[in-house]
Each structure stands twice: as C-alpha cells, then as structure tokens.
T-cell receptor
Framework: NAGVMQNPRHLVRRRGQEARLRCSPM?????VYWYRQLPEEGLKFMVY????????ESGMPKERFSAEFPKEGPSILRIQQVVRGDSAAYFC????????????????????FGPGTRLTVL | GDSVTQMEGPVTLSEEAFLTINCTYT??????LFWYVQYPGEGLQLLLK?????DKGSNKGFEATYRKETTSFHLEKGSVQVSDSAVYFC?????????????FGTGTQLKVEL
C-alpha cells in the first residue's frame, strides 16, 4: 500500500508565477490536510478537505491560495502570483476518516504525511 | 489559541546516552498529544501519542507522559542510537468543537554520534 504521494518534490518559481502542488492520499483515505513549514518554524495547518468539500480553511491566507480535492484525482494546493515569502515546505497528510475521538471512545485516526514539496520562489 | 513550545536544537548526544526533549502546550480544551519524527527527505511519522491526562505513550523505546498539571509531554529515551538522528515534533490536537487540525512545535533536531 503506497503512502501519501506528493509531487513535485521540489518546485522553483519566479515571483508572479503560479505554483500547483499535488497530493495523492493513501488508498482508501478520503480526508486530506495541508500544512506549511516556513524556514525555522513548525508546521502550520492550512486547510482540511474531504472529497469535493473544504471542511476547515482557517489556516489559509485570504488571498492567492486555494485548495481542492476533486472526486477523482489528487488534491491540489494552488498558489497564484507567488512571492518570496511563499518559499516553504508544504506537507500533505491523509486519514481514512476525520481525525479525532471515535464513536467507540477516544480513538485517534492517524494522519499519514507525505514527503513534502519544497517551493522556492526566486 | 492552541500552541506548542519545545526545546530548541540541535541536540547532540553520544550513542547510548539518555534523551529528553521538553515539550509544553497551551490549549483551551482537552487536547490529545503527539510526537512525530521526520527523517531526512521523508514526511512526518507518528512516533507516539497520548489522549488523556496521565496516559503514557511509548514506541521504539521512546516514551512520553501526558502531564496535565504541568501542561507537558516530554519525550524520553533511555539509550539513543545513531539511527534515532532525526527531527522530532511535538504536536497537539484539540477535538473540542470538532477540530481536526494538528498544532506543531518548531521541531528539535537530534544528532546522535558514535
């Protein structure tokens, strides 16, 4: 069973260009999370999606960033008109169901992380 | 809001030394606590977890105890190996209100030398 796949692993863009980051969740997983790691910082939550729905986008910048998880195909994180401050590592994680206490008690549904996409904006 | 503070690295140890990486948290609800490990070039892997106060999570010789009174979740290992060299992240998830996101600390790089 392949793990979470992200591509490209490294992406270089010039200021003003668009960046598209792809995430293929593990087989059978319908929940996807995106996190951003700026240099010298921890991972910050960006957005949580289920198939065709955005559940929580409280961590997404208000402008230039968007995310989708279509019925078919990978989840896409799109950054329009990139700026140097967008340079970071972007991690995707997936889980089979929503993460959190399960119906049967306090079970935790693990988020499985991909290897990340390192975006460099020149 | 929720936050996680962990000790800065890098931490450099000799093989078979004792490891402690400190982690404290701030949360409004009743969080679950986690340690993730990231090996070079790879994604984060869940190392261990604890979902309620006084729980001890353990895996691969690592352990951490959920201390509500001190809001801490320190990672320990009695005897580290070179293969433990990685970046370790403390994290929490507060499911109050149905939230699903993880809040991470900044990570602590561990280097183990022969």
């Amino acid at each position: 069973n392949a793990g979470v796949m992200q591509n490209p692993r490294h992406l270089v863009r010039r200021r003003g260009q668009e960046a598209r980051l792809r995430c293929s969740p593990m087989k059978g997983h319908s929940h996807v999370y995106w996190y951003r790691q700026l240099p010298e910082e921890g991972l910050k939550f960006m957005v949580y999606l289920q198939k065709e729905n955005i559940i929580d986008e409280s961590g997404m910048p208000k402008e230039r960033f968007s995310a989708e998880f279509p019925k078919e195909g990978p989840s896409i994180l799109r950054i329009q008109q990139v700026v140097r401050g967008d340079s970071a590592a972007y991690f995707c994680a997936s889980s089979p169901v929503g993460t959190g206490p399960g119906l049967a008690g306090n079970s935790y549904n693990e988020q499985f992380f991909g290897p990340g996409t390192r975006l460099t904006v020149l | 809001g929720d936050s996680v503070t962990q000790m800065e690295g890098p931490v450099t140890l000799s093989e078979e030394a004792f490891l402690t990486i400190n982690c404290t948290y701030t949360a409004t609800g009743y969080p679950s606590l986690f340690w993730y490990v990231q090996y070079p070039g790879e994604g984060l892997q869940l190392l261990l977890k604890a979902t309620k106060a006084d729980d001890k999570g353990s895996n691969k010789g690592f352990e951490a105890t959920y201390r509500k009174e001190t809001t801490s979740f320190h990672l320990e290992k009695g005897s580290v190996q070179v293969s433990d060299s990685a970046v370790y992240f403390c994290a929490l998830s507060d499911f109050t209100g149905g939230g699903n996101k993880l809040t991470f600390g900044t990570g602590t790089q561990l280097k183990v030398e022969l």
